[in-house]
């Protein structure tokens, strides 16, 4: 495990501290995050709230070569909500133009490092020059195998969980053919597994409407840390947590 970080960590560091107690052995196989706190980082430093969220997406960046490094197979970061759409306009679409720029930047990484990119959310209600941006990148990545990271846009857990039973009444099932495996079919997330571990920053007690359905079991670990701050010894310091849960699963 050391030799996967040697070049991000230094000899004796906190972070190598950290990282020899982390077992290779009992890591998530499903990460999810939501990345908080962007606004309050950069009003704190005197900034704008665009330098806010241009910091916290060069921390996602970095998230993701941890999570690939850390052998982490799936990664959900929740990139924009349902709820969203109630922030300034002008900021919405600073955010939407930067999603985009951040789509072709970030290409080679997911040829480089055999990286699958996927949405959770309705993308028709996003602007058409970064749908058709998200859809290249789907179909560009669709082949890889070794991490799939899942950009959560547009995203509600209450519509998502609507929308599958819209979808099921329309399919016209039987009543008594519905069971958990079928409703799951439906939903954004059917062809993963259901977080094992969701992060979320900057404070905040509440999952804000994520992943619902899918985290009925999943650890859940809250940071003060705001967002922008979130560096490798924090994501260490999570991992570290996740290791001592005890998953029963109702089971005693």
Known sequence: MIGRFKDLVKEGSEEEILLKKIDANNIPVHLAVIMDGNGRWAKEKGLKRVDGHRK???????????????????????????????RPLK?????????????????DLLVKENIKLEILGDITGLPKKLRDKLVETIELSKSHKKMQVNLALNY????????????ILEDKIPPQKIDEKLFRGYLYTRN??????????????RISNF???????????????LWPDFDIAEFFKALLDFRNRARRYGKV
């Open 56 to 86: 916290g997406a060069e921390i996602a960046r970095e998230i993701t070569e941890y999570a690939l490094r850390m052998g982490i197979k799936y990664l959900t970061l929740f990139t924009f909500s349902s709820e969203n759409w109630k």
């Open 192 to 205: 993963i597994p259901d977080p094992d571990l969701l992060i979320r920053t900057s404070g905040e007690l």
């Open 211 to 225: 992943l619902l359905y899918q985290a009925a079991y999943t650890e859940l670990y809250f940071t003060k840390v």
């Open 156 to 167: 509600g857990g209450r519509m998502e969980i609507v929308n599958a039973v819209k979808r």
């Open 91 to 107: 900021e919405i679409n600073m955010l939407m133009n930067m999603l985009h720029e951040k789509l072709i930047e970030e290409k």
